[in-house]
């Protein structure tokens, strides 16, 4: 089983995947969506605040709790029962990724403990970690399993996941040649933290809000201004960066209404991917979309203009739901970590080497 909470704090992925073949095979899928208050604490944590620690030893808690339950009710859609499920990879909800501090860290959170004591199954957890312990980003994780179930002699291929964050994988069309990988600014999670303050909505339907709005070109300068889109890779980045505050002070020298801020943070998104792609030499390679970003037809438009070269398709076409690709790479890296095999790229993170991530915590007999 894989279980993850991303960027957007809606509230828990949870799938249960068959990983015994050369493709995943997802059986189940279940969004647990966290409730209100759950989502109000977390979006305050996420940000520096009075009585931290103790706040975060409640809630890490009251995540766990939700991803337990996320676990039970996918298993019942699968008619399946938890002695048939060999592990669960739990990446639990980022509240910290802190790459370029002094003393580099990330922090999720969802006890571990609690998830295997209500489930009864042996859960893998606190996969970033060790990636950081030798010298890494400890981001993005999913490059490796798009390796695995993506690459192709002969294909010159980039995966973009269009999370909150946006970050894309790179495939050679040779095994000769790194892998690369790397955050390449937001994707989602401003247009949906904006389209929320304003039209008290949790996300932008298709994009049709922002399609009916007008780019702000000197905005989108300022935006682009911003030093992260200049930083070479390795690099990552998270909802802690890329806030309503970082939009509201570049905001200040504007006159824009709140629906051309939309349509401008569109633009944001489909130029920085698009710069970042090209950046890199696949920009007339095939691009494999996945995250919820997908549905933004509006985004996946400018995707277009702005890579007119490029194929792009869904990662439906090769047999794997775009919706679930995260999910399903924490069962798939718990299966690594319970095999002892490396779970990171260090072309991607930049570690010094490749390492078994995350910790077991095995079920009572």
């Known amino acids: 089983m894989g279980l993850i909470s991303g960027t957007s704090l809606d509230g828990v992925d949870a799938v249960v995947v068959d990983l015994s073949s050369n493709q995943p095979q997802l059986i189940a899928s279940h969004i647990e969506p966290y409730g209100d208050r759950l989502r109000t604490s977390l979006r305050t944590l996420c940000q520096p ?19 337990a339950t ?3 009710r996918v298993l019942e859609l699968a008619h399946m029962e938890s002695q048939q499920v060999t592990a669960i990879g ?11 501090a002094v003393n580099p860290f990330t922090l999720q959170i969802g006890d571990p403990n609690t998830i295997v ?24 994780l999913v490059p490796a399993l798009h390796q695995t179930f993506f690459q192709q002699p ?30 390449t600014g937001p994707a989602n999670t401003l247009l949906d933290r904006w389209i929320e303050k304003h ?8 994009g049709e809000w922002a399609r009916s709005g007008q780019i702000d070109h000197g905005l989108l300068d300022e935006l682009l201004a911003d030093p992260y889109f200049q930083l070479p ?16 002070e570049r905001l200040a020298n504007h006159l824009t209404s709140a629906v051309d801020v939309q349509t401008t943070l569109v633009e944001l998104s ?6 970042a792609i090209t950046g890199e030499g696949y920009a007339q390679g095939e691009i494999l979309l996945c995250g919820g970003g997908t549905h933004n037809h509006y985004l996946l438009e400018r995707l277009g203009i702005h890579l007119p070269a490029a194929s792009i398709q869904s990662t439906s076409s090769y047999g794997v739901d775009p919706d679930w690709i995260e999910a399903i790479t924490f069962a798939w890296l718990a299966k690594r970590t319970l095999g002892g095999l490396n779970g990171n790229l260090a072309s991607v993170t930049g570690a010094a080497r490749n390492v078994v991530l995350g910790g077991i915590y095995p079920a009572s007999p």
């Open 70 to 72: 996320a676990c039970q």
């Open 199 to 206: 039209q008290d909505v949790r996300l932008d339907q298709k």
């Open 49 to 67: 605040g009075n009585n931290e620690i103790d706040r975060m030893g409640e809630i890490d808690r009251q995540v766990a709790i939700t991803f």
């Open 270 to 275: 489909a130029v920085t991917i698009a710069q």
């Open 117 to 140: 004591e209500l489930t009864g199954i042996t859960t893998v957890a606190d996969f970033r970690r060790r990636d950081m312990a030798v010298g890494g980003q400890g981001a993005p």
């Open 233 to 248: 890779a390795p690099k990552s980045t998270g909802r802690e960066y890329f806030t309503l505050d970082w939009l509201q």
């Open 90 to 100: 739990s990446h639990g909800q980022t509240i910290r990724h802190r790459p370029d």
């Open 154 to 183: 002969g294909k010159k291929r980039i995966i973009l996941n269009l999370g909150g964050i946006a970050n894309i994988t790179g495939l050679p069309d040779t095994a000769a040649q790194p892998v690369i990988g790397y955050d």
